[in-house]
């Protein structure tokens, strides 16, 4: 990436402070403070394509469309992006002008799309089916699954202040951490996170994901097109993304919580189960 820039920096803040009255049954209504996660509207401008509105927490804008437009298979590398430049343009609304070194071979010039938080994918499910498998490289114990699930958990600190984000842990095929992000919509925080991996020059392939809710197919689009091999949720899985991982090689976990955690394709990645080859 040749460079980026950012005209308003006053985009840091992921939640806000508002009053609240909480009932709680045979006793007196209580007047509090409750500090609420922030969602804005990010309007997303890839000069020569088109706009993606997308709804998210205002932060990290630059790893944010760094991830989206390489999620969105817009780019293969931080290299093929000339700039990023975001500004505030209202209370709540960021955009984001992103300016390729070249427009990819299937673009669709001056596209108008509109993209909501859950539904932001639109690769056609053929697409993701027929992708390339990923690689074999990551392995990691029931115990250390476990362990990193807990210590994304621990970083959720806007969550724990205002239980409205979603989490997204990357980590390297030993089980270190290698980025983390939050955010408003499960999607949002995969492309934090990757995009911060891309912005620091760091290989995705052969790495991992821990997500705090449910693991959809696009969820499971993204990190196979990234070359990830295990993802892991919170909660439950959907069938197309158990499909997804079956068909491109990757370890998908569901309900990793309270001391367990269940696998739905390729456990050979999980060391406990004593599986020598793929």
């Given amino acids: 990436m040749k460079s980026w820039a950012r005209d308003d920096p006053v985009v840091d803040k992921t939640f806000r402070t508002v009053a609240s009255r909480r009932l709680v049954l045979d006793q007196e209504p209580a007047v509090e403070d409750c500090d609420v996660a922030l969602e804005a509207v990010v309007l997303v401008h890839v000069e020569g394509i088109g706009r993606f509105n997308l709804m998210g927490t205002p932060a990290d804008i630059e790893a944010l469309a760094m991830g989206f437009v390489f999620g969105e298979g817009l780019v ?99 089980g270190c951490e290698i980025a983390f992000a939050e955010d408003v919509g499960r999607s949002n925080a995969l492309d934090k996170a990757v995009g911060r991996c891309l912005l620091s020059g760091q290989n995705l392939a052969g790495l991992g994901v821990l997500m705090s809710g449910r693991v959809s197919f696009e969820l499971i689009n993204k990190a196979a097109r990234a070359g990830m091999e ?10 197309l993304a158990i499909e997804v991982a079956e068909v491109r090689n990757l370890t998908l976990c569901g309900f990793a919580r309270e001391g367990r955690v269940t696998l739905f394709s390729h456990p050979f990645r999980i060391t406990d189960l004593g599986y020598e080859i793929v």
Avoid: W, Y
């Fill in 76 to 174: 293969q590398s931080p290299d093929e992006v000339a700039e990023i430049r975001t500004e505030s343009v209202g209370p709540s609304t960021m955009s984001v002008n992103i300016r390729l070194v070249r427009l990819p071979d299937r673009a669709e010039p001056n596209a108008q799309r509109i993209s909501p938080v859950s539904h932001r994918e639109r690769c056609p499910v053929e697409e993701a089916l027929s992708g390339p498998r990923v690689g074999a490289a990551l392995r990691l114990s029931c115990a250390k699954l476990l362990a990193l699930n807990r210590r994304m958990r621990e970083r959720q600190t806007t969550f724990q202040r205002t239980g409205g984000t979603h989490a997204a842990l990357i980590i390297d095929p030993r």
């Fill in 230 to 239: 295990l993802v892991c949720g919170v909660s439950a899985p959907f069938s």
